[in-house]
């Protein structure tokens, strides 16, 4: 035996050689790995498995190739390069694709250690899509809160109010009263508006009379300021604070609410029925939109044809829409007979609740359309450009900010972005959009930190946009390739030996459970986060074969605080190399942190670790079987039975099967025998479903052992006295006699 100073005299038990090997593996893996041609081998592969970029490189690299073949017991097809390559280049999630056509396992397990397809870039995660969606519907509500906040501001101070400088030095007042005659406040000065103010509107070369617009007239008639700036008594009435609430709301309004609704209402009933004329109602595009919008007309309808469709029952019905003539009292001239009002308040009712019912169908699809929009457009973005292009189909040109153009803008999905994190679209042009998306927050003077607003920050932690502007592969906590490599082999440990009903309700539940963890890797940015997460812990122990109750969670922090590249590590000890390979599929710094540096590239850390460990364990079954081919095959057996499902992986694998047979003596007839037959008699002797039990399988290797040494003429094997029960001499005392004997 190979490294073992055993005399020419002794000779050993299959079993105890085997006990040998398996009592402290990671010792015998330990020695392996540090034997001469093993360690420059292993060295070799960790530092240039990283510098590969394609499957022609990595085959071509016979070092690097062969090795990793051996290391997942494909060696012998070393030489089958184009075979080989076709296999790395299968999509693993497509049952059809060439790896998963094949029934050898080996096949698709060396597939998923390598992705040379690469990452998925997109310009968003689904976690990040979700969240800036998120944000943007709760920006509606708080929008709606603000608007009502200086509603009540604006109606609890107008009252105190004595002086215009009082007014006008008050900024939110003084941006309540402008805002409310649809005016700038940052470009009106405060000199200008004391002077439309303080304006005397009986004479014609006063300020506000001279103004380009009615809307100063208004503005100044609406107080009642001396000229001097004083107050005689009140500045306002009572309906015309009512009056600037009004169109307050209406004008800071970019969505449509329910405070709008009210506002509209109110606005409706206090308007509507007073006027003379079918014209000049419609001449007011509030009470304009308010009909457009209940009886569900197009936005470019004129307004002198919603006129007609109130009265006038000709074109009414060429226009094909009579319902109008209904709830208008116009005559066919348009006007109202005197003494009688536009509508009556039962007409006032009924309208209402159309209203109602078309305003909030308008509200749902406002948000439903934009945040479709932004979904289906937000996928097929490549780069900062595609973000940033006009949606023509969503693009309206109407120009009233209350019959849905205001919002129309905001389909456009940056608009959309910018809305999420509280940003007017007014505040930054295209061009400055491009310079922050591509800025990297991680770098202190990139231009993003430049403007000291967490707004912009986390408006470029919502995407994942490079320097040049181009998508990249979302930074997180396991790439993809990874978490899928996770979410197959939970799927595969719960569907273990199940059938029917049984299969598919595991199978349901696994992918419930697969898709909260693809959906929380997508979130977890630390450590504690992960390890906290019970939920989470247990997905990973448990697609690794490991039951998490036998993992306390202090151990398994343990576990994620060592050091990978320190052997003496915590992890690094443990008997399992497992729980070593979990924690190096993960993505976090030595702080526990995301790392910006990936973990990998065509093959990522924690499956490069399990590489050299596959390669060890290979190594070390191959330099046993020198010795004593059946220490190899029960090495091989003890490795490979937590993996058995069926009979036929048995039966499908030459080793396994010669273990069978030997095993439980079967003679040249069980091989002739028809392989359902085979199938059937393997069952008959192996309870397969007790593969994953560690004392099940030692059983089975003690009686194969026994009956190998017996069929090579060791008829006094330990072992086989061991399993008959002839004597009482424990196992672990033949390993002490062993070990003494080879001193």
Do not use: H
Not at 17 to 43: C, I
Not at 83 to 111: H, V
Not at 228 to 244: C, L, M, W
Request: glycine share 4%.
């Amino acid at each position: 035996m190979k490294g073992l100073p055993v005399t020419s005299t002794t000779t050993l038990s299959t079993y105890t050689s085997y006990l040998l090997v398996n009592r402290d593996m990671k010792t015998s893996l330990t020695r392996v790995a540090n034997e001469s041609t093993v360690s420059r081998d292993t060295a070799y592969y960790e530092e240039n498995i990283g510098n590969v970029t394609s499957v022609d490189e990595f085959v071509n690299d016979y070092k690097l190739f062969s090795y990793a073949m051996k290391a997942y017991g494909l060696e012998d097809m070393t030489y089958a390069k184009a075979f080989m390559k076709k296999i790395l280049e299968s999509d693993l999630t497509d049952d059809s694709s060439f790896a998963n056509s094949l029934t050898d396992t080996r096949y698709q397990d060396f597939a998923a250690a390598f992705n040379f397809a690469g990452e998925t870039k997109k310009a968003q995660t689904s976690v990040q899509t979700d969240d800036l969606l998120s944000s943007y519907q709760d920006s509606f509500k708080v929008e709606e809160k603000a608007i009502q906040t200086e509603v009540d501001y604006y109606e609890k101070k107008i009252g105190s109010i004595t002086s215009v400088d009082q007014l006008i030095g008050d900024s939110r007042l003084r941006g309540y009263v402008l805002e409310s005659f649809g005016l700038d406040a940052t470009y009106t000065s405060k000199s200008y508006l004391k002077q439309v103010l303080t304006s005397d509107l009986s004479d014609p070369d006063s300020v506000a009379n001279k103004a380009s617009s009615d809307t100063w007239r208004k503005l100044a008639a609406s107080f009642s300021f001396n000229t001097d700036g004083s107050v005689n008594g009140t500045i306002q009435t009572a309906d015309e604070i009512e009056n600037r609430r009004l169109d307050y709301i209406y004008n800071a309004s970019t969505y449509p609410s329910d405070l709008l609704f009210s506002a509209n209402q109110t606005y409706w009933e206090k308007n509507a029925a007073s006027v003379s004329t079918a014209t000049e109602l419609v001449s007011d595009k509030r009470l304009l939109s308010y009909v457009k919008t209940a009886f569900d007309l197009r936005d470019t309808i004129m307004a002198s044809s919603v006129a007609s469709l109130m009265s006038s029952p000709s074109f009414a019905s060429v226009y094909g829409n009579t319902e109008l003539l209904d709830y208008f009292n116009f005559e066919t001239d348009g006007t109202v007979t005197t003494g009688e009002s536009a509508l009556s308040s039962d007409q006032i009712t009924s309208l209402a609740k159309r209203y109602k019912t078309a305003f909030q169908e308008d509200q749902k699809a406002a948000v439903d359309d934009a945040v479709s929009n932004f979904e289906t457009r937000i996928a097929a973005v490549n780069n900062i450009d595609d973000f940033l292009t006009t949606n023509n189909d969503y693009y309206e040109s109407d120009d009233d900010p209350n019959n849905n153009d205001t919002y129309d803008d905001v389909t456009e999905i940056w608009n959309v972005a910018l809305r999420a994190y509280g940003i007017d679209p007014n505040e930054v042009t295209k061009s400055k959009m491009r310079k922050i998306l591509a800025s990297d927050v991680d770098d202190k003077k990139s231009y993003v930190n430049s403007l000291k607003d967490d707004r912009f920050v986390n408006l470029v932690k919502a995407f994942n946009f490079s320097s040049e502007g181009e998508t990249e592969v979302p930074l997180l906590v396991q790439s993809e390739n990874v978490i899928n490599g996770y979410a197959t082999a939970y799927t595969d440990q719960k569907a273990r030996f199940l059938t029917g009903k049984e299969l598919t309700d595991a199978k349901d539940a696994a992918e419930k459970e697969i898709e909260y963890y693809k959906t929380q890797m997508e979130t977890i940015s630390t450590r504690d986060e992960f390890l906290s997460n019970s939920r989470l812990t247990n997905f990973v122990l448990e697609a690794k074969g490991i039951d998490p109750k036998s993992v306390k969670s202090e151990d398994l922090r343990k576990m994620f605080e060592s050091d990978l590249t320190d052997p003496k590590s915590y992890v690094n000890s443990l008997s399992d190399n497992t729980f070593a390979e979990i924690v190096a599929s993960f993505n976090f710094d030595a702080d526990g942190n995301l790392s910006t540096e990936p973990a990998g590239t065509i093959q990522q850390r924690g499956d490069t670790l399990e590489t050299v460990n596959r390669y060890l364990r290979q190594t070390l079954e191959e330099e046993q079987g020198n010795s004593n081919s059946g220490v190899r095959l029960a090495l091989y057996f003890q490795r490979m039975a937590p993996s058995i499902t069926s009979a036929y992986d048995i039966l499908g694998d030459t080793a396994l099967q010669e273990f069978f047979t030997t095993a439980y003596s079967m003679s040249d007839y069980f091989a002739s025998q028809d392989v359902e037959k085979q199938a059937s008699t393997v069952k008959k002797f192996i309870d397969l479903e007790k593969l994953q039990d560690p004392e099940y399988v030692e059983k089975l290797v003690k009686r194969f052992t026994a009956l190998y040494d017996t069929e090579n003429g060791t008829t006094n094997s330990a072992a086989l006295s061991v399993l008959s029960g002839v004597n009482s001499i424990s196992a672990d005392t033949l390993l002490a006699v062993a070990q003494l004997s080879a001193k």
